[in-house]
């Protein structure tokens, strides 16, 4: 018996002339089709066959004794989740598709597969995560719990135990980090002095393009990191091993081993081979956009005490700390409890993370703020709801006392900023010096304020911050005019200022010798202070009594220049060496007070006055320039591997045209002075080349001193 023809009736005309079969389809208003020409009403009869016969199965339209064959996947599984084309082969041998071979996955076609949306699984991923931080605060919170583990499968056993991140640090974690973590320890381990710890995890040693530090080297830098230098920036949680912190960056840690390489006894060299290594990944990790939590964290520390340069105009420091506001910011570092609203999913953030967020987003400002002082440019400093102390804010933004002190230190060096350098009638942005007076007086009862609150208890380096603000505040004294009223008291107040300041830096030598680990904000406020002294004793306003002090202290700052410097070509070292030339040249203060009448008018001024606090500095190496260079009297570099003694009564035998020197072990003393002649491939004759790209082409200024 043979079958019917398969036909679909017209919805719009019921009878026998409206039916459409398989044989011959006819259009309205159109010539009948052949059924070997292919239409669209055959691709969906035949859709329509397969819907009536059930799922993927197709329909004879021939003999009833056919069986119905069942429908062929073409695609495996791996291609049908990803919705690509698919190559593999069934018959008569099955053959993986090239996708599968290529990838290594496991090529299969499973008719029972179904396809799983990625925003499902993303969000499987989300819950999995959320509640296993879930229990791992759960176990943190007891004292007897132990450091859980990732169990590998069966087949996996081998592999080496995870131990679990700290709850401090589970916000600096993406996914795409936790993979790599995961498939780096999947990848096993090569066997360099491998350590096992008392909890069982294998550890490694850890590398960086050409350099590799064992095990006990990192955990000897990382102890000498928290004990030396982190007093002076305590961001960063001294509990957390280092193995968490290079589980959650790249970069971090090796920021922290480039800073506790800083004076390394075991092995001087360190430092500069570090360097290149570690500014090639830092310049890695700042393209990829976006940025997470512990970059910023990163950038705080880099910028607190920078890779060694020889030169400003290759300093990036400046430019980092903006980085670092700007992604500070992008991420909502200064919106804290609303973090939720700088993010791509749902954050609820615990107590102890929005408390992180807080210190963080407050580390950023004063570490801005020390910055733009440092190098004499304007901060960008957000000091906003989120900083300021008020008992409304919650328990969640409050301060340690000595950090909420060291923040109010930094928002004092702000005022003066925008109070004396920030007048825009001016093109230098230069108040009057009347109005400098009355700022002067406002200011200087803000600070008996701050002094008020500080503690017997207050620590050396809180103390030394805010002497520095003090010759902050004070070194505007420089661009008053002499004619001023209250020229001399001003110049007086600077003068206690930085002899002051001084007294706290040399005194903080003798605090377990944490001088030769300052920041970089406290070594260019000590060449400041270098250059103010040697301003001040070789003018009008040195008399006997402050002349035999000043130049005790002068000798002593230099002294603490060249040994907080890392190299022998680095900017202190340069810096210092041009300070004792000046201070040589001067006459090293025997001449003080002579030709008084002339000195009043002009000994004191300065030609560089836009660099704020720091003008005196510029404009001091502008002077050295056109003392020395222009006249070819000598070699700064010659002059750095042969240090001169600004003592005159001590006679050198250097070999530049300077009339003084001293051999390299002269004031640097034992342990200083090491290192390549020439720093970080910079081997040219430029005299303190850091002002080369500002100074270079100007005959004089463009305005009256």
Known sequence: MTAPPFAVSDPLAHGPGNEITTDTFISPGRHPISPTTPSRADSSITSLKRTLSGSGESVDDGDDSKKIRPGVKRACNECRQQKLRCDVVQVPTYKSCHRCRRLKLDCKIDSTFKRIGKRSRNMEMEKEIHELRRQLATQQSSPTAQSPSIKAPPSEA??????????????????????????????????????????????????????????????????????????FMPLLDPSIT???YFAISPLLPWIIISVAARHYPPDPNLLPSLSAPVSVRLWATLADVPQNYVVVKALCILCTWPLPVSSTSSDPTFMLSGLMMQIAMQIGLHRPSHAQDFARFKEDLREEELRDRVKTWVACNMISQRVATGYGQPPSTVYDWALVPSASNGTNYQLPEEVEIRLSIERFCNKVTRSFYTNKMDPMGLVSDEQRGIMSDFLAHDFEEIESKLRRNTSAITLLYLRAAGLHFRLSAFFDSPESQDYHAHLTSLWQATTSFLGRVFDLDTVGGLLLHASNYILQMIIAAGFTLLKLLNSFFADS????????????????????????????????????????????????????????????QLKVRCRMSMSLVYDSVWRWREEFQAKE????????????????NVESSASSTIDNGLPSEGLLGDGFGTGSNTFLGEANNEVFDPLSWMLDGYTDFPYEM
Request: aromatic share 4%.
């Open 545 to 604: 009594g402050k002349l035999a002090h000043g130049r005790d202290l002068f000798l002593k700052t230099i002294k603490a220049i060249r040994t907080i410097s890392v190299a022998t070509n680095d900017l202190p070292s340069r810096l210092a060496e041009v300070l004792a030339q000046l201070w040589k040249s001067g006459g090293s203060g025997l001449r003080a007070g002579q030709a008084q009448a002339k000195s009043l008018e002009n000994s004191l």
């Open 633 to 648: 009297r000598g070699n700064l570099e010659t002059a750095v591997k042969n240090p001169t003694n600004p003592d005159s």
């Open 158 to 231: 081998a592999s080496p135990r995870i131990s679990s991140i700290p709850s401090q640090l589970e916000q600096y974690i993406t996914s795409e980090q936790a993979v790599n973590s995961l498939l780096h320890l999947r990848s096993g381990l090569d066997g360099l002095s491998q350590m096992q710890s008392p909890n069982g995890q294998i550890r490694q040693p850890r590398r960086l393009e050409g350099i590799t530090l064992t095990v006990d080297q990192v955990d000897h830098l990382f102890d000498r990191f928290f004990t030396l230098f982190h007093p």
């Open 242 to 244: 280092p193995d968490n």
